[in-house]
Antibody, heavy 120, light 110 residues
């Protein structure tokens, strides 16, 4: 059974930083691309970032490019999202999702999410 | 390609069929666009129910089906059941890494 467990969310001031983690189990982690998808307070879903199975190729939505960095540690079966220069509009529940072996073509399994609130 | 448009809400009675549209799924010449659909019950994470336009993951009811015509993708749920009441999101992927979600549709089972 695929399990994804996010952590690291919290309240942060505008301009601040936060690092999210997602611990994975139940599948061959290094084979699959992993993604972060966020859900805004208005319930809209927005793809944020993805990373290839090897970790060599990151992908970013335009809205976070230059501010967020995705990485993964295949030995620890964990994917990370380092977020800098946070804005109010980054406030959302951040979900970690297992994608395909090719890339972020779909999101097969999701974690329970971690809440990021950006506010002064 | 930009955001996808879905109706804010749809409703139907048990046993009926409903269709949710997703407009704005455009395929440029020489590229391809993959559409997936997600179901989200209140307070839960989204769940994949349709991928690559019409395939169902293991365990997803055959009452869920999908199609695409032009720039519109559609999700059909037949034989509505109370448990189908949820939010539904479409999602399009185009190489190399363009991913967009629709705004979501709230399904109410009357």
């Amino acid at each position: 059974e695929v399990q994804l467990l996010e952590s690291g969310g919290g309240l942060v001031q505008p301009g601040g930083s936060l690092r999210l983690s997602c611990a994975a189990s139940g599948f061959t982690f290094s084979t699959y691309a992993m993604s972060w998808v966020r859900q805004t307070p208005e319930k809209r879903l927005e793809w944020v970032s993805a990373i290839s199975g090897s970790g060599n190729t990151p992908y970013y939505a335009d809205s976070v490019k230059g501010r967020f960095t995705i990485s993964r540690d295949n030995s620890e079966r964990t994917v990370y999202l380092q977020m800098h220069i946070l804005r109010a509009e980054d406030t959302a529940i951040y979900y970690c999702a297992k994608s395909t072996v090719v890339g972020p073509m779909r999101f097969d399994d999701w974690g329970q999410g971690t809440l990021v609130a950006v506010s002064s | 390609q930009s955001a996808l448009t879905q109706p804010a809400s749809v409703s139907g009675s048990p046993g009926q069929s409903i269709t949710i549209s997703c407009t704005g799924v455009r395929s440029d010449v020489g590229t391809y666009t993959l559409v997936s659909w997600y179901q989200q019950h209140s307070g839960k994470a989204p769940k994949l129910i349709i991928y690559e336009g019409g395939k169902r993951p293991s365990g997803v009811s055959t009452r869920f089906s999908a199609s695409k015509s032009g720039d519109t993708a559609s999700l059909t749920i037949s034989g509505l059941q109370a448990e189908d009441e949820a939010d539904y999101f479409c999602c399009s992927y185009a190489k190399p890494s363009t991913v967009f979600f629709g705004g979501g549709t709230r399904l109410t089972v009357l």
